[in-house]
């Protein structure tokens, strides 16, 4: 029985705790296609139209696996002076073009709102693939996956995330999934960075509780997972301040030694963790990474109509 019936994936708070568990459920069952034991022509014929106007390499290369394990195929850009956007056109109308040519727009822009936007103009479904500060959909759904795959459960899973909860859309959209799943959930930054109001306002009207600290000595002992991101570079008007603020937080082997956690990020990483964890037991984020595939041929899936 197919419950899933959502014809875009713009934010995750448009997701109900089934859609989330049927979409990973259906991740597992292209685990073996997503490593290449098997073929599948579900998607045979159709087309997924990539319009990236900020930079990626897992999110648009998975995608692009995704498809194309599926029996699909891609077009599209990555960065406005590959398109006429750099001649002045609107993304309005570089987004009709994309319709009439594509299956589904997948759409990774700096602005938040912009995925929205573009699904209200178009008849095809939409895919959000990160909107400035804002929503990371499909990230979550991988970091859920793959929570699931290393734990067996999400609920009651004591969770650390830590780095920039201020500009990172992966934990906007992953705190309020881990929330509905009843994770505890730790946000640990400098000040500068806090998680926005309006995520906890969301976390609070859902009754989803939460603790917020600086200190990842104060909770390290406890945690299951620690869920490190990035400080977003390119969302600081003042380079001083991301300079000042960059090493805020450095997770290294002498750090974690010991511990009962695994370490996870969306990736890229630059410095906040080091080297030395990426050959130890902790380091699941290359895993996670892979885990992009099968997620998003479960998603490309249930969105394309055949
Ligand atoms: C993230 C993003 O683009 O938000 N990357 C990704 O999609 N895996 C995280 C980041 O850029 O720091």
Do not use: W
């Not at 309006?198 to 976390?203: A, P, R, T």
């Amino acid at each position: 029985m197919k419950i899933f019936d959502l014809k875009n994936v713009i934010s995750i708070k448009d997701f109900k705790k089934e859609d989330i568990k049927f979409i990973l459920d259906e991740s597992s069952k292209f685990e073996k296609i997503a490593k290449s034991q098997g073929t599948s022509n579900e998607l045979s014929g159709k087309i997924l139209g990539i319009m990236f106007f900020e930079a990626s390499t897992r999110t648009r290369l998975s995608f692009e696996t995704a498809m194309k394990r599926l029996g699909g195929d891609c077009i599209g850009f990555t960065g406005s002076d590959e398109s006429s956007v750099i001649k002045g056109e609107t993304i309005a109308d570089t987004s009709k073009m994309f319709e009439s040519y594509s299956d589904a727009i997948l759409i990774r822009h700096s602005l938040e709102g912009v995925a929205k936007f573009i699904s209200d103009l178009v008849n095809v479904p939409v895919v959000n693939a990160g909107d400035g500060a804002g929503q990371h959909p499909t990230q979550t759904l991988i970091d859920l996956y793959t929570i699931k795959k290393e734990f067996g459960k999400i609920k009651n899973i004591n969770i650390a995330l830590i780095g920039d909860l201020k500009y990172g859309r992966t934990v906007h959209s992953l705190s309020y999934a881990l929330g509905i799943f009843g994770a505890k959930m730790h946000f640990i930054s400098p000040n500068e960075l806090k998680i926005p109001d309006e995520i906890l306002h969301d976390l609070e009207k859902k009754k989803i509780s939460y603790h917020e600290t600086h200190d990842l000595k104060d909770v390290i002992d406890d945690l299951d997972i620690l869920y490190v991101t990035r400080i977003q570079k390119e969302r600081f008007s003042d380079v001083e301040e991301y300079e000042r603020i960059k090493g805020a937080y450095l997770i290294d082997k002498n750090l974690i030694e010991g511990k009962s956690l695994i370490v996870m990020h969306p990736l890229p990483r630059i410095d906040e963790i080091n080297h030395d964890v990426d050959n130890t037991k902790y380091n699941k984020y290359f895993k996670q990474a892979f885990n992009g595939v099968p997620v998003r041929m479960a998603i490309l899936k249930n969105i394309i109509k055949h």
